[in-house]
């Protein structure tokens, strides 16, 4: 695929992260959802979240399989993205669980693109430290 197509390709996806359904699902995937045991992560996946978990995982997952099949440069797509670490931060410690109860292939294109990522694994461990440090400093919903 020529550059201008990755470019147009990563500009469409870009989009699709805009969307109003993609952006609700976003935000309470980045604030509400803070799995740390397979049953966190089975409330969200059975309760009114659902498709919000859904649509942010297999959105991201995706986008890991154009990279690993070089429809998307993965330097480009590196320069030009980052939230997929914060995505991949949040599931990373349970993901073998998920992985066992449900299937293999569970963000598995996205597992392997963040093993292909320079200091991915480290990435995501600090992404989900600073996480956390926010959290721990907003104040508590009443």
């Known amino acids: 695929m020529s550059k201008e197509a990755q470019a147009g390709l990563i500009l469409k996806l870009y989009d699709?992260?805009?969307e109003e359904t993609m952006r609700k699902a976003r935000?309470?995937?980045f604030m509400e959802f803070?799995?740390?045991?397979?049953?966190?992560?089975?409330?969200?996946?059975?309760?009114?979240h659902s498709g919000h978990l859904r649509m942010v995982i297999s959105y991201?997952?995706?986008?890991?399989?154009l990279v690993l099949h070089e429809t998307i440069?993965?330097?480009?797509?590196?320069?030009c993205n980052g939230e997929y670490i914060?995505?991949?931060s949040k599931i990373?410690?349970?993901?073998?669980?998920?992985?066992?109860a449900y299937s293999p292939r569970f963000a598995a294109n996205l597992e392997r693109l963040i093993d292909l990522t320079p200091d991915g694994r480290q990435?995501?461990?600090?992404?989900?430290?600073?996480?956390?440090?926010?959290?721990?400093?907003?104040?508590?919903?009443?």
């Open 34 to 48: 803070h799995p740390a045991t397979l049953d966190d992560f089975q409330a969200a996946m059975y309760g009114p």
């Open 123 to 142: 990435q995501s461990a600090t992404q989900r430290e600073r996480m956390k440090a926010i959290r721990e400093k907003m104040p508590k919903a009443k």
């Open 86 to 88: 914060g995505v991949f």
């Open 73 to 79: 440069d993965a330097g480009l797509f590196r320069d």
């Open 60 to 65: 991201w997952d995706m986008y890991a399989a």
């Open 27 to 29: 935000d309470w995937f």
């Open 92 to 100: 990373e410690p349970i993901l073998k669980d998920i992985q066992k």
């Open 16 to 18: 699709l992260r805009r």
